[in-house]
């Protein structure tokens, strides 16, 4: 397209360049600076040469296989577990109106930050939570709780369970969105019918016909949640072992350590942690080549019924369990935020009181300023490049190339704990003292490829043929922008806000590290206090940090209804 | 004639004695002035650092992550600027290393008179750094007239930090001491030493736990149990524990803490099997009643917690019979630090009954007093009566028999965080 | 004896169906149709055509109401579910399924079996269709009239025992729509099945042969074929 040379346009066009930037140097820069040290070289501390003592001290540490099982053993059982349940799901209600339903129950819980689902996970299976309370003493007969080993337990189930139900949102939504697009959508459910016509039942033709080629769009968002399990550190801060912990664990505290010679150490274990989830990717390459070969035979062998019956009673049953899983931690949160005296085994406190949420509320003024104000201007930033970005795509007449849309999830896919910790040496090489903008520009990281996420569909839909009347009447490319695009967009802008907006408040490493532990977020504060010494206190924290994303996501759905109704 | 010689003779030997009779009170006047003007010149000096501290700035550099502290050393502010015109500025630390840095680089940078610090709140690993690398001024705490209150010939901990002699370069300023508390409606039979305390959790097991080393809390459980268990060690062995570790002394005095947790973690809540990471946990499951005891260094936090439901009304704090391990917190002064005469008076002020009193009430902080009462008038003491109207738990079940412990010297404390990570840090 | 009633002539019998959408009538239709017959149902888009095919196959949306019944070789199957009908469809798209080979589209289709005889079934019947020796292709290699021919054999090696066509033709050029046309009414005839074919195209109706009903938004017509 040809376009005048005016300062819009020139803006537009270096937008794309703007993008790879902000993405690929802090990402690359901080894995340079987590690889120098890991191999020996760290100035401050006076070691100069390179090396491989932070790697000897690494495998000494008493643990360390534990360390590396756990958080390899983990993810994998997390992410496994989250996607055979999406498809079971998918199965089971494909052309039934519940999937709709299935979806607009769980798709709040995708924006809930790790953190406080921990939190809520944990007060339902702690043995003097919930789940404990209303089964006791009538089922169990305790009277004192029992000293069972959820949460914490050695094994990881726990962080397992939190991982996945946090997982299984998220993949379910893809695949919805992937069967929503005309096209494929179309073309799978008119391929579901062939089957069904062939004479096979629903799920066998769902199994055999569709998840074929669903899969292929689900690969990568896949191995995002692979990844990003491997290397999260909230939900097994929360919910974990701390004998060992798990390796993303304890490279934190590592890092955090006074001693500043552990440093080396956690370098050497942030390349370790690289490697763990390059394994795990490799390992979910290696089990699709595996199940390709084992299927070949199965899905031409003409069996058309497989006890479905059964496999969606099964899944019936999961669906509820989850559901009710997720209610009564949202019923225990609230409960706890309100009690007064509690005794175990009472399902209900003896008496409700406002003290929690009106002492917490007046002592979290500052973290709450700062969550919004840090929010707000990594998603105004965030949103203003990627419309940039995607108006430099139609300027251009293409789409940002394969590496590009690649770069975006760069930040996704490698384990943050890596690089974050080079950035903060960044920032210390570049002497940047302002906590707040190094904080806005390391959450800009993680919110950016969510933004760009949700946005490209929606402008890449707009008709290209509104602005090419446009620009036949005169009409210069900045107004068409601003006067013609955007009006158009204000829904799934206002969507996609809430979404980055989302995103930042859930925000722990980045927070933590960038500010240097001066600025506290609400969800910093959250994670800090659900290991601490007040159960209520920790309940009102973690609501408040699903209250935020709930009340912008109704901002962004209501304010188009009522302030932008069509004109004329 | 002759009688004359005699009466003259008499009256001469009258008015000698007389005379040498005169010279003995003037004399003792003598002494008595050179004692008094002993007294006087000590008063004579505490008098000059009252006038040269005057209207002085002093920056106090303390912890100041706790609101009600905070608070107090405001008011302490207050008083020293009525009674002194002193303009006290308390300089908000997250961790006391903030100021040791500080004046360590000062002095780097050859500053010599000036620093930035006058006052620091200060106590154990960060004293002994301080101490090491002759950042403060020496031999003054002695001078403080308060300083007498605190009995320091009978109590050798306050001029000990974590065994370190202070060598008057720290006053004490307050003091903690491990208290356990129990929810009394649960628990019968309250352990009051350590040996009932293992025969306690064997008899209740999943109900006792305490967090994982390097946490401060837990490390103070573990020199508690090491001291207690070598009780029966001859002196010149248990000394070793105020000493540098050895290899030789290791060998001596840890067997018996292995022992005894090895006897103990099959008992502990969880089985031994998962330790909490930080102290506060601790308080969060006597809230949760899955433990039934435990301890803590703030026992001021308990009436509170209760206050916010956090803990059941029925919890009581006490003391062991054995022994409580204590630490003194103190105030040290830099020796580069413009304001000393200010920065003493202000340590005076501290040291005094009125603020010690202020200090132990739960409701401004709840830290001891590091006062000896037996030292104090009568109309002094009545400053520490405890207030009527207060929690149950407030009051300490054997505060009075305490037996207070020193803390070890820190060189313990890394050898017993690493190998209680050896043996019990990977299950 | 056996009744000629229970003979095994194959038909596919459309006994009084009324579709209503929503409460209003869409169409009325009583049709037997006999093995190797095609039944042409024409008509404007919105007359009902789709949704008589979606009521055929048992997947009629919630907002249509139906009554009526439909028999399969004298088996009332109006409430059988969709994929127990053994009723084939042929939709103007091939729909191959693009994760499985050209002789997988087909194997898939076919009952179970030993494996050595389907795979002579499939290439037996890609022989008589010409596309001999393409067993191992990937359907998107395929042009559209290969695509259409694979699409057919997977239909009729699922044995089913009637068969709709859903504008079966309407993507292809003229040339390759006659002989797969062509193609298609002979394996009807061979294999006996009575086929329901909607369509668009007059020719394609002329070319079936069999009854043609013209469907418009109000009432139902017939034409004599």
Redesign the interface.
Same mark, same amino acid.
């Given at each position: 397209m040809i376009v005048a040379n005016t300062l819009f346009t020139r803006v537009v066009r270096n937008s794309p360049y703007l993008l790879i930037a902000l993405l690929v140097v802090p990402v690359l820069g901080g894995l340079l600076g987590v690889l120098l040290p890991a191999f020996g070289w760290f100035p401050a501390l006076g070691a100069h040469e390179f090396g491989l003592f932070g790697f000897v001290q690494l495998f000494q540490t008493?643990?360390i296989e534990?360390m590396v099982l756990l958080s390899f053993g983990t993810s994998l059982a997390s992410t496994l577990l989250a996607f055979i349940i999406t498809i079971l799901i998918l199965a089971s209600y494909f052309n039934s109106p519940w999937l709709k339903r299935i979806q607009r129950l769980l798709g709040p819980i995708l924006v809930i930050p790790h953190a406080a689902a921990a939190i809520a996970i944990g007060f339902l299976i702690? #043995?003097?939570g919930f789940l404990s309370r209303l089964v006791s003493p009538w089922l169990t007969g305790w009277d004192?709780?029992p000293?069972w080993?959820l949460p914490?337990?050695?094994y990881g189930l726990s962080i397992i369970f939190g991982l996945t139900l946090k997982e299984l949102p998220f993949l379910l939504l893809i695949a919805l969105g992937v069967l929503a697009q005309p096209e494929i959508g179309k073309t799978l459910r008119a391929q579901h019918k062939v089957a069904s016509s062939l004479g096979y039942c629903p799920m066998t033709g769902f199994f055999k016909v569709i998840l074929p080629s669903l899969y292929g769009y689900m690969r990568l968002p896949l191995l995002a949640v692979l990844a990003y399990s491997s290397a999260s550190v909230e939900i097994p801060l929360i919910l974990g #072992?701390?004998?060992?912990p798990t390796l993303a664990v304890a490279i934190m505290q590592w890092f955090n350590d006074?001693d500043l010679s552990l440093r080396i150490k956690a370098s050497s274990g942030a390349i370790l942690q690289i490697v763990i989830t390059l394994s795990l990717l490799g390992s979910w390459w290696l089990l699709e080549l595996f199940v390709k070969q084992c299927s070949a035979a199965f899905l031409i062998n003409g069996e058309r019924e497989y006890g479905g019956m059964l496999i969606k009673r099964l899944t019936d049953m999961i669906t509820i369990a989850m559901l009710t899983v997720i209610g009564l931690a949202l019923v225990a949160m609230v409960l706890w935020s309100f009690?007064?005296?509690?005794?175990?085994p009472d399902i209900l406190p003896q008496q409700l009181?406002s003290?929690?949420w009106t002492?917490a509320l007046l002592q979290m003024q500052t973290p709450l300023f700062n969550t919004l104000v840090i929010a707000i201007s990594t998603t105004l930033i965030a949103i203003a490049l990627t419309l940039l970005v995607l108006e430099a795509e139609q300027q251009n007449t293409k789409t940002i190339s394969a590496i590009s849309g690649f770069i975006i999830y760069l930040p996704l896919l490698i384990p943050s704990i890596a690089f974050l910790f080079g950035i903060v040496w960044l920032f210390e090489q570049v002497n940047s003292q302002h906590a707040y903008v190094n904080v806005v520009f390391s959450h800009l990281l993680f919110v950016l490829p969510y933004v760009f996420l949700s946005l490209a569909n929606s402008y890449r839909r707009l008709d290209p043929r509104f602005s090419s009347v446009a620009a036949s009447l005169g009409v210069p490319p900045s107004k068409i922008f601003w006067q013609l695009k955007l009006p158009l967009l204000i829904s799934p802008i206002l969507i996609a806000s809430a979404l980055g907006l989302a995103i930042s408040f859930s925000q722990y490493l980045p927070t933590l590290l960038s500010g240097a532990?001066r600025i506290n977020t609400i969800t910093t504060e959250a994670v800090t206090l659900a290991?601490?010494?007040?159960?209520?206190?920790s309940a009102v924290y973690a609501l408040m940090q699903m209250l935020l994303p709930a009340l912008f996501f109704i901002l962004a759905w209501a304010v188009p209804k009522f302030f932008f109704r069509k004109r004329g | 004639m002759r009688l004359s010689k005699c009466l003259n003779n008499y009256y001469r030997q009258l008015i000698i004695s007389l005379c040498l009779l005169s010279v003995i009170p003037l004399s003792s006047n003598v002494f008595a002035n050179e004692a008094s003007i002993e007294a006087k010149s000590t008063s004579r000096a505490w008098h000059n650092v009252e006038k040269r501290g005057t209207k002085q700035n002093v920056y106090f550099h303390a912890w100041g992550g706790d609101q009600q502290i905070n608070n107090y050393i405001q008011w302490v502010a207050d008083q020293v600027k009525q009674k002194y015109a002193i303009n006290l500025h308390h300089v908000k630390l997250?961790d006391t290393?903030e100021a040791v840095s500080r004046v360590l680089a000062e002095k780097a940078a050859d500053n010599h008179r000036n620093g930035q610090v006058d006052l620091v709140w200060i106590n154990g690993a960060n004293f002994a750094s301080m101490a090491k690398y002759q950042l403060l001024a020496a031999d003054w705490a002695g001078e403080l007239p308060n300083f007498e209150l605190t009995n320091p010939t009978n109590n050798p901990a306050m001029t000990r930090d974590f065994g370190v002699p202070t060598q008057g370069m720290e006053a004490p300023w307050g003091q903690a001491a491990l208290t356990f508390y129990f929810d009394s409606l649960?628990v019968n039979d309250v352990p009051q030493t350590l040996p009932e305390l293992l025969t306690w959790s064997e008899n209740h097991?999943?109900?006792f736990t305490y967090p994982?080393p390097p946490d401060f809390l837990g490390m103070s459980f573990l020199k508690y149990a090491l001291i207690i268990l070598n009780e029966q060690q001859p002196a010149n062995i248990k000394e070793k524990l105020y000493q540098d570790a050895t290899v030789e002394s290791q060998a001596q005095l840890l067997p018996s803490l292995w022992q005894f947790l090895d006897k103990l973690h099959p008992t502990l809540?969880?089985?031994g099997?998962?330790?909490?990471?930080?102290g506060?946990?601790l308080?969060?499951l006597m809230?949760?009643?899955?433990l039934q005891v435990s301890f803590t260094f703030s026992a001021a936090?308990i009436p509170s917690?209760i206050s916010?439901?956090?803990l059941?009304?029925s919890t009581r704090s006490y003391r062991m019979k054995d022994g409580s391990l204590s630490n003194i917190h103190f105030v040290a002064i830099p020796y580069n630090s413009p304001h000393i005469e200010g920065a003493k008076l202000v340590a005076n002020f501290l040291l005094s009954p009125e603020a010690q009193s202020r200090k132990q009430k739960t409701a401004v902080w709840g830290d001891s007093s590091v006062l000896d009462l037996s030292q104090l008038t009568a109309t002094q003491k009545t400053l520490f009566a405890a207030p009527k109207k207060q929690h149950l738990s407030a009051n300490i079940i054997n505060i009075d028999n305490t037996r207070l412990l020193g803390e070890l010297h820190p060189s313990w404390v890394k050898v017993i965080t690493e190998q209680w990570?050896?043996r019990?840090?990977?299950? | 004896m056996k009744s000629t009633l229970t003979q095994k002539t194959p038909s596919l019998n459309i006994s009084h169906l009324q579709l209503k959408q929503q409460g209003t009538p869409l169409l009325s239709l009583n049709e037997e149709v006999k093995g190797g017959e095609v039944l042409t149902i024409m008509g404007p888009s919105g007359s009902g055509k789709s949704t008589l095919l979606n009521w055929l196959v048992g997947m009629l949306p919630s907002d249509f109401t139906a009554t009526g019944e439909l028999y399969l070789n004298g088996q009332d199957i109006t409430n059988t579910a969709s994929h127990l009908r053994h009723i084939g469809l042929l939709y103007q798209d091939p729909l191959l399924f693009p994760h499985l080979t050209v002789a997988g589209n087909i194997a898939f289709a076919m009952p179970k079996g030993d494996k050595q005889t389907r795979r002579d079934e499939i290439s037996e019947a890609l022989n008589q269709v010409g596309l001999a020796g393409m067993e191992k292709r990937c359907p998107q290699h395929l042009s559209g009239g290969q695509q259409a021919r694979v699409a057919l054999l997977r239909v009729l090696l699922s044995k089913p025992k009637a068969i709709l066509l859903d504008e079966p033709f309407s993507k292809l050029d003229s040339q390759l729509r006659q002989e797969t046309r062509q193609l298609v009414f002979e394996q009807i005839q061979r294999y006996s099945l009575p086929a329901v074919m909607v369509t668009h195209d007059q020719s394609d109706a002329i070319a079936a042969q069999g009854k043609v009903i013209t469907l418009d938004t109000l009432s139902l017509n017939e034409v004599a074929s």
């Open positions: 008493p643990g534990r702690t #043995p003097s004192t709780p000293d080993l914490h337990d050695p #072992p701390n004998t060992p006074v009690a007064g005296f509690w005794s175990y009181v003290l929690h002492s532990g290991n601490g010494a007040s159960r209520r206190t | 997250t290393s649960k097991p999943g109900h994982k809540w969880r089985q099997k998962h330790f909490v990471s930080n506060l946990a308080r969060r809230g949760d009643t899955e936090e917690a916010r439901y956090d059941p009304d990570l050896t019990y840090g990977v299950q | -």
